[in-house]
């Protein structure tokens, strides 16, 4: 009895896997650079190279073709927000009182002008957005309240929630 192999060609929408999933391109050496580049991104290239077990001018090739893909999006220091006296984190759902495109841009310009601001996301469900904002304590959290998130254009309704506990606030991304 013979058999024959069947060779599988590659479809459209094999392709289009490969692209939404940009991660699965990556090898374990690209992905282990991520992972020590995301622990400590200061560290020098050979001492990156040898933790990935690759020459320096291999690990820089691959680091910079990293960036070139978008993947690295920058390189920053993170600064402990208590050290810096901001040491409250205020989560915030805000409603709008129309959906229309404008007052959401609107309301979007404006909100990246919060001082303290770390984040903001347009969600689905009860509230319009979600914003962190980080402030020194209750005090500061309630003037900046009454000086500029009361004056948020298109606001109908703003909720604040004061974290008591940071259980998880991280940077890396799973690999």
Known sequence: MSTTKVRRTATASDDAAVQTDPLQALDRIDRAILRQLQTDASISNVALAAK??????ACLRRVERLRESGLIRGVVALIDPKAAGAGMLVIIGVVLDRSTPESFAEFEKAAQKVSGCMECHVVTGEFDYFMTIRTRDSDSFNRLHAE??????????IRSFMVLKEILSTTKFPL
């Open 52 to 57: 990935v077990k690759l020459s320096a001018p």
């Open 148 to 157: 500029q998130l009361l004056y948020l254009p298109g606001v109908r309704q």
